[in-house]
T-cell receptor, first 112, second 111 residues
Framework: DAGVIQSPRHEVTEMGQEVTLRCKPI?????LFWYRQTMMRGLELLIY????????DSGMPEDRFSAKMPNASFSTLKIQPSEPRDSAVYFC??????????FGPGTRLTVL | GQQLNQSPQSMFIQEGEDVSMNCTSS?????WLWYKQDPGEGPVLLIA?????ELTSNGRLTAQFGITRKDSFLNISASIPSDVGIYFC???????????FGPGTRLSVLP
């Protein structure tokens, strides 16, 4: 089975531009998690969904960040407008039946 | 909020040696996960623990759920060069609804 799929793998954009990150979770998994990883702050949970419904978005840093999960096989994380401090690696993780989480390869975002 | 501490922060060992690292919290958790992350990749799940005192192995890796429910341990036996990477623990107090991650232990294996 395919693991978690994220796209793009790398994104370089200019400050002020809109950025959309995409995730396809593992088929059959009911939970999806978005994380951000930086050297300074490590892995931080941004938001998670159960059965496509956002459960906890307290980790979303600002209103510039938004996430959607229109169906069980797709989620997006959008940053609008982007800022240089948003530069990080963004991971999507799929929640398995025993509460374990399986991570995707990540999207490395650079905002100039 | 909840925080996890991992020790050591980094370690250098000789190939063939055993490795021990731990993860501690001031809060009680009911699920622990251990991950390994290679450069440029996402964390890969190594072991999941669900019960206090539980001891689980995955090849040369063994992890334990501490009986106080505030800590967990990961051991690697007979280390090899491909064990190099960052090892993260993650704990949940709501049965996996969400996890908090530790800062990681960076392992280097010298040939």
């Amino acid at each position: 089975d395919a693991g978690v799929i994220q796209s793009p793998r790398h994104e370089v954009t200019e400050m002020g531009q809109e950025v959309t990150l995409r995730c396809k979770p593992i088929s059959g998994h009911n939970s999806l998690f978005w994380y951000r990883q930086t050297m300074m702050r490590g892995l931080e949970l941004l938001i998670y969904f159960n059965n496509n419904v956002p459960i906890d978005d307290s980790g979303m840093p600002e209103d510039r960040f938004s996430a959607k999960m229109p169906n069980a096989s797709f989620s997006t994380l959008k940053i609008q407008p982007s800022e240089p401090r948003d530069s990080a690696v963004y991971f999507c993780a799929s929640g398995g039946p025993y509460n374990e989480q399986f991570f995707g390869p990540g999207t490395r975002l650079t905002v100039l | 909020g909840q925080q996890l501490n991992q020790s050591p922060q980094s370690m250098f060992i000789q190939e063939g040696e055993d490795v021990s690292m731990n993860c501690t919290s001031s809060s009680i958790f009911n699920t622990w996960l251990w991950y390994k992350q290679d450069p440029g990749e996402g964390p890969v799940l190594l072991i999941a623990l669900y019960k206090a005192g539980e001891l689980t192995s995955n090849g040369r890796l063994t992890a334990q759920f501490g009986i106080t429910r505030k800590d967990s341990f990961l051991n690697i036996s007979a280390s090899i060069p491909s064990d190099v990477g960052i090892y993260f623990c993650a704990g949940s107090d709501n049965y996996g609804q969400n996890f908090v991650f530790g800062p990681g232990t960076r392992l280097s294996v010298l040939p």
